[in-house]
């Protein structure tokens, strides 16, 4: 149980020290760390925990039967902490699914991924990403659609890019498999000041980007310029 | 009794999944936490109600 509990909160600090590391900016007095960090803490905890329950009630059950004095172990170990770890998987997997990480998983992706994080690259992704322009989850925030849905179909696509990936039913280099929406670009940029002054977006060719009948890539291109990738 | 070692037995495994995606996120162990591990815990969930319900029969509480 102590053992349990000390991981958790290893895991907490643990990924406090790691993302004070990478950004190196000190963390301000009293910063108690993120949801994600303790939703991750909590869970691993639990799960641990449920681990033990579970090893324990196996004895139990081995030496006396499923008796009474079982019952309550069982219930727990079975019915209860299940549940609650599933619910902390589920945070954490969700939230985790739209990391630039997650993304870079699967290695035909690197490229892309070094790409953006190259601070010389001039590809409109890596200029949204060295500005600091999207602030997290960069693929993600570009690559799914606004709204519930959007999320939704982003994370099916996602689905079925890592079984096409895990079944190699794909051919490189990588395309994207149906134009880029425009309004993926409008969502943050159409109402601001930069764009509606800027002498390459006139009023008249605005209705123009919004129906989609010109594509902000045709300006802006290209998006991505990976080094050749590999299977 | 070997009904629910078997409970135990599937839920351990999707208690175990869980906790590979909850100590770092991939494609992978998402997957296997959406298609194997949320199954095997409802399987081992649903196996032990059963096993609760039959008991309570048995004792003549249902």
Known sequence: MKATLLAGVLGIVAGASVAIAQDAVPRPAGWIGTTDKW????GIALALLNLLILVIAWRRVKRTGTTDGVQGTLFFGLAVLPLVVIFFGYTKGIAGMETVSACGGCHV???????LQDPNSE???????KNRYIRQDHCYTCHSDY???GTISAKRDGVGHVIHYLTGHYTLPLKIRSPYPNVRCLTCHAESQKFLK?????????PQLL????????????????????R | MTAIKAAML???????????????VT???FLAFMLLAQPLVLLGAVIYVGIVLRDLRRKGAL
């Not at chain 1, 590809?123 to 990403?129: E, G, I, P, Q, T």
Request: glycine share 8%; aromatic share 8%.
């Open chain 2, 10 to 24: 599937l839920t351990a495994i999707g208690v175990a999944l869980c906790l590979w995606l909850l100590v770092g």
């Open chain 1, 147 to 149: 709204g519930m849905l």
């Open chain 1, 39 to 42: 939703t991750q803490g909590l």
């Open chain 1, 211 to 230: 129906s989609g009948a010109v594509s902000c890539l045709d300006c802006h291109a290209p998006a991505h310029t990976p080094k050749e990738a590999k």
């Open chain 1, 198 to 206: 800027s002498a390459g977006h006139p009023a008249d060719v605005r």
């Open chain 2, 27 to 29: 494609w992978y162990n």
């Open chain 1, 109 to 115: 992706m690197t490229p892309y991924v070094q790409d």
């Open chain 1, 123 to 129: 590809a409109l992704a890596s200029v949204h990403f």
